[in-house]
């Protein structure tokens, strides 16, 4: 319960019911290897919680550049929502520290793995809106975009790169680059996508993300830096 408080503090929510705190920092690990516990893994909050982080993201979005097309805002809110950035929130509250974790998922450095804090940030906003409701979970959420959307857009990692990597792949080497799934992981879902982007059959960049399309995206923008890494001919 200690450990519940201290998080809740870190989290600025002070939680009426804290077995759903419980229950998002339970990973389904750690019931396979207690299957008489009397806890609940955290899949149906991530799957609660993966909608409500969409729903305040978007409308933020919306309210924040009036002027700004579709396009980009779809390309924005895939930005902020994707498995990387919703793990790097979880980090900053030192999400892995509280986690409940089987010993082979700890072992195997499941306390920082990138999809399963994702994961569990998803989940403690599940919670944070079943306990609280939608207007104490939104400034959480949004005190977490703010300053990652101001990197984006200056790094302008939103950017449609597979167009900016196609582009470059055929004048380099008249070739289109393909995208290849490479690996899934995660229940049906809530499932993380590693895609590589290739030309030929040489790897060019890698990427991870909750749709197949944010992966690719992902794995062109990695592209994309090492093409602007290398040295003018």
């Known amino acids: 319960m200690e450990d519940l408080v201290e998080l809740s503090e870190r989290l600025g929510v002070e939680f009426g019911d804290y077995s759903l705190l419980s229950r998002a920092l339970t990973h389904r690990s750690y ?29 933020y979005l919306y309210h924040r550049f009036p002027e700004m097309d579709e396009g980009e ?68 959420v949004e005190a977490h975009i703010r300053p990652m959307l101001e990197q984006i857009r200056a790094g302008s990692l939103h950017k449609d790169a597979k167009s900016e990597f196609q582009v470059w792949a055929q004048a380099r080497f008249n070739r289109t680059p393909h995208y290849r799934v490479v690996d899934s992981e995660g229940p049906d879902h809530a499932k993380t996508f590693t895609v590589r982007v290739m030309v030929g059959e040489e790897t060019w960049g890698e990427g991870r993300g909750r749709s197949k399309q944010v992966a690719a995206q992902a794995a062109a923008a990695e592209a994309m830096a090492r093409v602007e890494a290398m040295p003018e001919e």
């Open 73 to 140: 805002l779809t390309a924005l809110r895939a930005a902020l929502v994707r498995a990387e950035t919703l793990a790097q929130f979880a980090r900053a509250v030192d999400l892995g520290r509280y986690l409940r974790l089987g010993y082979g998922e700890e072992e195997s450095g499941g306390r920082d793995r990138t999809p399963l804090l994702c994961a569990t940030f998803e989940a403690v906003i599940g919670a944070i809106y079943l306990d609280r409701g939608l207007e104490r979970a939104r400034p959480i």
């Open 31 to 59: 019931l396979n290897e207690n299957p008489g516990s009397m806890f609940e893994d955290n899949e149906r909050l991530e799957f609660l919680g993966d909608a409500v982080i969409d729903f305040i993201v978007a409308g």
